[in-house]
């Protein structure tokens, strides 16, 4: 509160140390970084290539409900990540695009290690690539379908990468103090 007046109503003037703009933009730029690797993962290796469904583990259409369901959740995350933005105060927007798609890294490559991980790895909801297991309806994992290894490496080693990529990145910009209004002004 600066001299009587609420906070909320003060003009959106934040500099680069301002922990609520960087949550702001680190937060809004993983909710799109996951809506976004959702989507590719859905669109690419659940329908286009037909590799795998979000759950294997039922019948045709119970996989087609569960691909449904993941495409309706990818979908909201990045609506709810694209609307974040919107509502952001452009003066907390303006220098900060490379923080933005720093925090998309992030929130994409998080989200590819975290399935490869949890829904591959330790849940076995499903492979990468089941098409290449030798029998496809079975409970597969990595155990009883090594075929797929290969597919799980690559799979987790570009979220890892893209991942790691944004964290360096965002931590390059927070530590350079370019990022955010104050640097805008400044050039």
């Given at each position: 509160m600066a001299a009587g007046i609420p906070r909320r109503f003060l003009p959106h003037t934040a500099d680069v140390g301002d922990p609520q703009r960087r949550r702001s933009v680190l937060l809004t730029g993983i909710a799109i970084g996951i809506g976004i690797v959702g989507f590719l993962d859905e669109?690419?290796?659940?329908?286009?290539l037909q590799w795998h469904t979000f759950y294997w583990g039922t019948d045709q259409h119970g996989r087609i409900l569960s691909d449904g369901l993941f495409h309706v959740f990818s979908t909201l995350v990045l609506l709810w990540g694209v609307y974040r933005l919107w509502q952001t105060p452009r003066d907390w927007m303006r220098g900060s695009g490379q923080e933005l798609v720093a925090a998309i890294l992030i929130g994409g490559g998080g989200f590819n290690v975290l399935d490869g991980i949890v829904d591959h790895l330790?849940?076995?909801v499903h492979l990468v690539n089941e098409r290449v297991c030798s029998v496809v309806d079975a409970d597969n994992s990595i155990g009883s379908c090594p075929q797929d290894i290969p597919f799980e490496?690559?799979?987790?080693?570009?979220?890892l990468a893209l991942l790691m990529g944004g964290i360096v990145w965002w931590r390059q910009r927070q530590a350079s103090g370019e990022a955010g209004p104050t640097a805008t002004a400044a050039a």
């Open positions: 669109s690419i290796l659940h329908q286009l330790l849940l076995h490496v690559v799979f987790t080693g570009i979220g």
